[in-house]
């Protein structure tokens, strides 16, 4: 029988970013059992590279290296090469990565480590070039070096002491709890506390965070400072969510053709973006738009919002209703070629004056804004302007710049188009499902219907009913992969948000049923923590926990919050006390930085203050009341749905598997038959009202 280590085993695995790979001359192996063993038995150490699919430094990396013969003799015959792609394992990614940032001070993909055959990181980085370039050595010179360190017994012994130190560190972060459970869980003083720092950090002349670019989405940040001036009206809050917000729509983070947004901008002006379109970001992005179309009033907001999911459907969505994870950010061989222009190309579709009025509002010109004179679309100029120096009309204007566009879409889509990474992972289904919910609560009720879909898609494909259990990946038919924190949290999250858009059971029945899971498989009781795996994973070198924001929201923190404000949905959950428990253990980490923290200091609040809940007894909400609930900004408001007889109610709870009426909907029936709604604040609660606003102005005051 062949060696499987003597081939490239790439081309069996599901992954679109491992089977880029497949065609390599190294003998790539999957992270497996397998691979694994042999290292162990062959006592080599292990050459782990982690990427994913639209990172342009790893089509870098690959195309420099991982191409290249000489490069894959010495892979192939000195180490064990393992390819892993971190959207599939982002439990690998998270401890290696966290060894990275602790040891080099930054991190980032491609993800390059050197390991002992037991898994320990020796000698760690990012993107390494063939040959030293500046500062940076190269890979050759690395890889020969290695080998032979490895291959001296005294060396390899200060290896091995290193990696054990390297190790300590991660165990360190995710191993051992503040205090041993003993903390308090985090007061009001942190959250103020991570609103002065986030508005410290604010580019006041560009909007986002920080003086130099790249300049990052930093959605926990701006969800901070929105719920800041929410609830006080803080001008100095609003107006950095609001720079931000405008900054990344009107700039080149942002597709003015096809909706939606890439991953992020490569400078401190929000310019030139990094082009790959992740799905995350398109699920992160646009309750935030919403919340800042509520504060302002700001239609520009809602069709920001509006357009984004429109590309995700167009784009990002399977025939039968699952999202798909990502578009690469190069066509071909270049990067960001299918989104930018020249004066020439407008102009070979468009007449004028459309034609100069698109390249005047998008400013495109002949020396562009980014590689061989093109440009990447940046609104330059407005409206008013245009018309003003066109001698038109607003109105005019308008007309012939959607026009123009529409033209130039169709032409674009003529060009190559970015690849497709097909994925479609259960946690990031989640967050989609969570942000079509908050568009169907607050601008459409039928966008309720993508996230229906989606919903019954993942739960159709990746989750078994009788265990409860989530698998994380489907692609192409092919489901693998054990479900991580992340899944369970962020699917709960976005089938209660569904059911809290529409009143729906079976989205409620979702997210309480994936909780029961979190609590059964993820939930130490021992430690008082909840890890980022189950307690039946694989044995890494460490178990990890995500306590930092980083893309993604922490999962811990939208686990936490998810079960303070579940508490209420099942009689005698425990919940709530397991999310304070939670808290006070990782409260030192918590407070020494809580704007790193984002997620679980928003989660804190919630505990402390008990959240609000607008329990509604009715068949439908009345039109009027969705329409007030849809200009009004609540944030961490439960709209919790029930029938509004006791005997309805009883068939709910037959569903559920319910014994009793849980809090939020015990002895809270319609009066006469009247839609009612039942207000509480900080485990206070209102009389029963018939009329909406009454109940509104009762939590208003009482927040």
């Known amino acids: 029988m062949t060696d499987p280590l003597r081939r490239n ?8 970013y491992l089977t880029q790979h497949k065609d390599n001359p190294v003998n790539w192996q999957p992270w497996d059992e397998t691979a694994l063993e042999a290292a162990k038995a062959q006592n080599k150490p292990i050459f782990l590279s982690i990427g994913y699919s639209a990172c342009h430094w790893c089509h870098v990396m690959e195309e420099e290296s991982f191409a290249d013969d ?18 599939e394992r982002p439990d690998i990614d998270s401890i290696y990565m966290s060894i990275c940032q602790r040891v080099t001070g930054r991190g980032g993909w491609p993800l390059t480590a050197w390991l002992t055959p037991e898994g320990s990181p020796f000698y760690i980085g990012t993107y390494f070039p063939k040959e030293p370039q500046g500062q940076m050595p190269g890979l050759l010179d690395l890889l020969d070096k290695i080998a032979a360190s490895w291959n001296d017994p005294e060396e390899r012994s ?24 003993t ?3 985090p007061g009001d003083d942190t959250l103020d506390s991570a609103v002065r720092t986030a508005l410290r950090s604010v580019d006041d002349a560009y909007g986002g965070f920080g003086s130099d670019g790249p300049k990052f989405p930093q959605p926990g940040r701006l969800d901070l400072l929105l719920r800041t001036a929410g609830r006080s009206g803080t001008t100095d809050a609003l107006t950095a969510v609001t720079a931000t917000l405008d900054a990344m729509a009107d700039g080149g983070m942002y597709d003015h053709l096809g909706g939606g947004f890439h991953r992020y901008a490569t400078d401190r002006e929000w ?35 509006d357009e984004t999911l429109a590309f995700v459907e167009r784009e990002l969505t399977h025939p039968d209703g699952g999202f798909y994870s990502t578009l690469d950010a190069r066509s071909g061989d270049e990067e960001g070629s299918f989104y930018v222009w020249t004066p020439a190309d407008v102009h070979a579709h468009l007449d004028d004056p459309a034609a100069t009025l698109f390249c005047e509002r998008y400013g495109v010109t002949d020396g562009g804004n980014f590689e061989r004179g093109t440009t990447v679309l940046n609104v330059s100029t407005t409206i008013d302007t ?3 120096d066109h001698d038109l009309t607003t109105d005019v204007v308008t007309t012939k710049l959607s026009n123009a566009c529409d033209t130039l879409f169709a032409a674009r889509e003529e060009r190559t188009r970015p690849p497709r990474d097909e994925k479609i992972l259960a946690g990031w289904n989640g967050m989609m499902i969570s942000a079509y919910a908050d568009a169907a609560r607050i601008l459409d009720a039928d966008y309720a219907g993508p996230a229906r879909d989606a919903l019954d898609f993942v739960t159709d494909h990746l989750l078994d009913n009788e265990t409860g259990r989530l698998q994380r990946r489907f692609i192409d038919g092919d489901v693998a992969g054990e479900g991580y924190l992340e899944d369970y949290a962020f699917l709960a999250r976005g089938a209660f948000d569904l059911y809290q858009a ?7 029945s979702v997210a309480l049923n994936l909780a029961e899971t979190i609590v059964s498989a993820f939930w130490d009781a021992e430690t008082k923590t909840i890890y980022f795996t189950p307690d039946d994973g694989e044995e890494l070198v460490t178990r990890p926990q995500e306590l930092t924001d980083s893309s993604t929201p922490s999962s811990l923190g939208a686990t936490v919050d998810l079960l303070c404000e579940l508490d209420g949905f099942v009689a005698d959950a425990d919940y709530r006390e397991i999310a304070g428990e939670v808290l006070a253990t990782h409260s030192n980490r918590i407070t020494g930085n809580p704007l790193q923290h984002v997620s679980l200091t928003l989660a804190a609040d919630r505990y402390t203050n008990g959240g609000a809940e607008l329990t509604v007894a009715a068949d439908d909400l009345p039109t009027d009341w969705r329409e007030t609930l849809a200009d009004r900004y609540l944030p961490g408001v439960t709209l919790a749905h029930r029938p509004p007889t006791e005997s309805e109610l009883q068939a709910w709870l037959d569903e559920l598997g319910l014994e009793a009426a849980p809090p939020v909907w015990a002895d809270r029936e319609a009066i006469d038959g009247e839609p009612t709604v039942y207000a509480c604040e900080s485990f206070t609660c209102s009389p029963p009202q018939t009329a909406l606003e009454p109940a509104l102005e009762w939590l208003e005051t009482n927040r």
């Open 9 to 16: 085993r790439l081309a069996e695995e599901g992954s679109p």
């Open 70 to 87: 000489a490069v894959a003799e010495r892979l192939n015959e000195d180490f064990i090469p393992i390819k892993v792609d971190r959207e």
């Open 158 to 181: 200060e290896m091995q002491t290193r990696a054990e130190q390297w190790v300590d560190t991660a165990r360190d972060k995710y191993d051992t709890p503040d205090a041993d459970g």
């Open 183 to 185: 903390g308090e869980v």
């Open 271 to 305: 310019t030139v973006p990094h082009f790959e379109k992740m799905l995350y970001d398109n699920a992160g992005l646009p309750p935030l738009y919403l919340a800042g179309h509520q504060l302002t009033g700001d239609e520009g907001y809602a069709e920001t919002v």
């Open 386 to 388: 245009l018309a003003d």
């Open 502 to 508: 529409t009143g729906d059971l079976q989205p409620l």
